[in-house]
């Protein structure tokens, strides 16, 4: 059985989601995360047998990006070259994409 993983001073868990893809999450403490890895078992198991409906992703790239610029750009110091690449390359391309897909 899959079991929490202790790395530095935080827990990892692992599992397989109901498309069989390998998924990771990181939590501060071990009893948080013996909680997610167990939700996220029973999920993708029910999903896989069909007693939970699957859940589609609805958002878009740009919603993403939007959302990294305000969080985790604002910090950076490179800020004005990570809205360069975003605006002149990857949204242009990625866009409207779902991050599904």
């Known amino acids: 059985m899959a079991r929490p993983i202790k790395r530095g ?3 990892r868990i692992r ?3 109901a498309d069989g893809k390998r998924r990771s999450e ?3 403490r071990k009893a948080d ?4 890895l167990l939700a996220r078992l029973s999920a993708a198991d029910a999903e ?3 007693l939970r409906p ?3 992703d609805g958002r ?3 919603e993403l990006a939007d959302r990294w ?3 985790r750009a604002a910090a950076k110091r490179s800020k004005g070259d990570d809205e360069s690449m975003l605006r002149r390359h990857l949204r242009p391309f990625f866009g409207e994409q779902r991050l599904s897909r």
């Open 54 to 56: 699957r859940i589609e």
């Open 60 to 62: 878009t790239f740009a």
């Open 26 to 28: 990181v939590y501060h």
């Open 9 to 11: 001073d935080k827990w």
């Open 33 to 36: 995360a013996d909680r997610a």
């Open 15 to 17: 599992w397989l989601d």
């Open 48 to 50: 896989r047998r069909g």
């Open 69 to 71: 610029l305000a969080y």
